[in-house]
Each structure stands twice: as structure tokens, then as C-alpha cells.
């Protein structure tokens, strides 16, 4: 029944045949870029996690719902096909960042998803954020040029394509508590504290944090004279003095951190 | 915790590959010309490519290439009508193309050009539904999606469809 008598095969393979190069020139235009997915797990939780040739272009926690509609938002810009061995990485590398053996920021990553430029940004920034330091809301938003966005900035954290690698959980709120999370206040102390970060049980910061200044490269303690003058919107917080000479700065000479 | 399977619809080259005849098939019956055909072939897919995010899963793939297929159709064929009224001796030239069409075809015998012109005789709805029926085999439920009615109104088009072939043989 599915075949007819009348129109030979040969002749529909034909004209396919002579279609083919048509479709493939009009498809060169339109053809949108390839990207593998996978299910994994992690010392978070379930990850529904997507690589593109660009770098990492999704991670979803798959313990929270929306995982279907991360999956439409990727299959709008890539062409997806599931792959294993990629996952099988991604997985690895996870671990390896929960060893401390590597930084997640490091890892090239694909922000095709991001749709506006203030978000492009942001999330640019907080790449340089060093492992064993946290940024405030607010100082990530005036560095991104706007200091009155701090909402802004937590909702972009919120809806953080890929977090881990976009490190998201390296935002804190202004008064010392590290804030909320995407994934889970647990989640967020567990990354924090798997880059040196000993986040308290009050979920403040530990007592050793020093504050650390992006320009002057001066390290104080939290209380010094001289942090409370400087420009709080460019400082980082790091979790100790060791990270932060790690990252090039030097103590200050007034109230001379350890 | 909520219950997430990844499960992608088929890569959209082995979609292709898996019904390009068919759809080839369905053009060329619906338009009668080989060129059209292949016109419509190549936008048919083309559209189904760019359309591809919003295929939900597997299942609906069938009906859903078809209904792309069928709905260029209905679209050339408007688009004749109107440039038809425009240029009135045009639409002799219509009626050669259906008159034309089987030879090129296969110059199969002469039964199977009687009834290839009796199909294309029947109103647009009916012929589709026929021939996805018949000749691409789709059951009435994934015609129903393709011709966007109900599978019940698939199954009455083709019903209505054989009966007029039968009256006219």
C-alpha cells in the first residue's frame, strides 16, 4: 500500500539527488552550531550539562524543575545530539574543581544563551574572579557600570546559564552573608568551601577574610581605617591572606594582616 | 524531586533521510510537476529545519514534515490561482501541467493515469488525506495533525475521496 505503481523510486531518488546541493548551500546560511548533552552526576546532584566546540554552553541542576525548559532554550540556538564521552569529561572536570585541583573559570565556556549585553558582561567579570574570592552584589554591579543594579545583578545570577563555571556562587550580599543560590544555599557553601572558603555556620564569612582592592593591590583586614575609606565597589573579598597574595596584592602596613 | 529524561527528537539529517521519499512522493502527486516538486522539496525542509526547536518528540515527526509539505501545497497552489485571474490564458497552461505531468512521471498504464487525474480532481483536503492514507500509509490520527483536524475528519476526507473515485469509475 505504500508503495505506488506509478512513480518509480529511481525517479524520486533523482530528484532528491538533484535537490541536494540546493538545500545544502540554503542550509550553510541557517544551519545553527552543534552541541552534545548530557545527563551526569555530581557532588550537587544531578547535572544536565551541554558543550558546544566554543566551550560549556548549559549546566542545569536537574534536582530543580525547568530542566525541560533549558532543554528548548538550547535546542533554539544548537543543533543537539546526546553524547557520552563529553558528559563523561564535564563530570570529571567537576570533580576535579570540588578537589580544588582545578578553576572552574579556566574552562572556555559558550554564552550563547545570554541574551542581553548587561548579563554578557556581568557574567565576563565574575569569570575573573579568583578561586578563594567572593564579590558583593554590589560590586559586581558597579564594575559592570552600573552601581544602583544590584537587583539586576541577582537576577542574572538567578538565571546563571552555567553555573560552577560562570561562578555565580562567588556572589555575596553587601552586609557579609553569603546571599542565596540557584542551586541551593547547601550547594553554594559546599563550592564556596571547596575553594578554601570556610563559610560559617551563621552562613557569614569566616574571620579570616580580608578585603582586598582591585587597584591599589593592598590587602586589609575588614575593620582597618584604611578599607573602610576605600571604595567598597572595588574591592574583593578573599578568604584569606594567603589567597589574596596569591593573587598579587600586598598587606597593608596600617592594620597588617597576617 | 522533579523527574527529568533527556530524550531528543532524532538528529534533523536522519529525519530526512528517513522520509525524503516519501515526502518527494507526496509533492509529487499533490503538484504533478517535477519541477514544483522539487521546489517545494527542498522549502519543505528547509522550514522543517528552521521549525526543528519546536518538534516536541519522535512520535510527532511524520505528521508534522507532512503537514509542512501539505500546507506549501495549498500555498502554491493559491498563489497560481491568484496569479491565474491576473493572466487569464495562464490557466490553460494549469490544466496542461496536469495533463502533462504523468507522462514525465513514468508513463505508467493507462488506469493509473485515469486515477491520478481523477485524484488531483478532488478537492485539496480529500486528495491530501487520500494520498497520505494510501500511498505514505500514515494512520488517520497523524493525518489528522498533518491536515490540522481531527482524526475522524481524516478518516470521513478519505472515506469521501474513494467514494467520488468509485462513482467516477
Not at chain 1, 525547568?66 to 570533580?95: C, H, M, Q, V, Y
Not at chain 2, 505508467?108 to 485515469?114: I, K, R, S, V
Amino acid at each position: 500500500m505504500k508503495d505506488s505503481p506509478m512513480i518509480d523510486d529511481r525517479v524520486l531518488d533523482a530528484m532528491i539527488m538533484r535537490t541536494r546541493p540546493r538545500i545544502e548551500r540554503a542550509m550553510k546560511v541557517l544551519r545553527r552550531p552543534q552541541a552534545r548533552v548530557g545527563v551526569i552526576p555530581s557532588p550537587l546532584g544531578k547535572l544536565l550539562v551541554a558543550e558546544s566546540d566554543r566551550g560549556l554552553a548549559a549546566i542545569h541542576f536537574l534536582f530543580i524543575s525547568g530542566g525541560e525548559r533549558t532543554l528548548e532554550l538550547l535546542r533554539k540556538k544548537f543543533d543537539l545530539i546526546e553524547n557520552e564521552p563529553s558528559a563523561r569529561r564535564i563530570e570529571k572536570e567537576i570533580d576535579r574543581v570540588f578537589e580544588g585541583g582545578i578553576d572552574a573559570t579556566a574552562r572556555a565556556v559558550d554564552l550563547s544563551l545570554v541574551e542581553s549585553d548587561f548579563q554578557r558582561r556581568a557574567y565576563t567579570f565574575l569569570r575573573k574572579v579568583p578561586a578563594g574570592a567572593v564579590i558583593t552584589y554590589q560590586g559586581l554591579a558597579a564594575t559592570v557600570g552600573n552601581p544602583d543594579a544590584q537587583r539586576a545583578i541577582g537576577t542574572t545570577m538567578a538565571t546563571n546559564p552555567i553555573p560552577i563555571f560562570v561562578p555565580c556562587h562567588r556572589v555575596i550580599k553587601s552586609n557579609g552573608t553569603i546571599g542565596n543560590y540557584g542551586g541551593g544555599v547547601d550547594n553554594k557553601i559546599k563550592l564556596l568551601r571547596a575553594e578554601g572558603f570556610e563559610v560559617g555556620r551563621d552562613l557569614r564569612l569566616p574571620t579570616r577574610a580580608v578585603m582586598g582592592h582591585r587597584h591599589t593591590k593592598i590587602f586589609c583586614r575588614p575593620d582597618c581605617s584604611a578599607a573602610r575609606r576605600a571604595d567598597p565597589d572595588n574591592a574583593l573579598i578573599y578568604a584569606d591572606s594567603r589567597h589574596a597574595r596569591h593573587e598579587g596584592l600586598r598587606a597593608c602596613k596600617l592594620c597588617k594582616p597576617e | 524531586m522533579p523527574t527529568f529524561n533527556l530524550k531528543l527528537p532524532p538528529p534533523f539529517e536522519d529525519a530526512v533521510k528517513s522520509m525524503e521519499r516519501e515526502i518527494m512522493r507526496f509533492l509529487m502527486r499533490s503538484t504533478g510537476d517535477r519541477d514544483d516538486a522539487m521546489d517545494l522539496f527542498q522549502e519543505t525542509w528547509l522550514r522543517a529545519y528552521r521549525a526543528y526547536p519546536t518538534l516536541q518528540s519522535e512520535d510527532g515527526l511524520r505528521p508534522w514534515v507532512f503537514r509542512i509539505a501539505s500546507n506549501l501545497c495549498r500555498n502554491r497552489a493559491r498563489d497560481r490561482m491568484r496569479r491565474g485571474r491576473v493572466i487569464s490564458h495562464e490557466s490553460a497552461d494549469c490544466e496542461s501541467v496536469e495533463r502533462r505531468a504523468p507522462q514525465h512521471i513514468n508513463g505508467g498504464p493507462e488506469g493509473a493515469l485515469h486515477l491520478k487525474r481523477s485524484i488531483a480532481r478532488l478537492p485539496g483536503k480529500q486528495g491530501q488525506a487520500l494520498m497520505m492514507r494510501k500511498f505514505a500509509g500514515l494512520e488517520y490520527g497523524e493525518i489528522g495533525t498533518a491536515l490540522n483536524c481531527s482524526a475522524d475528519s481524516a478518516r470521513a476526507c478519505v472515506y469521501q475521496a474513494l467514494k467520488k473515485l468509485r462513482i467516477e469509475e
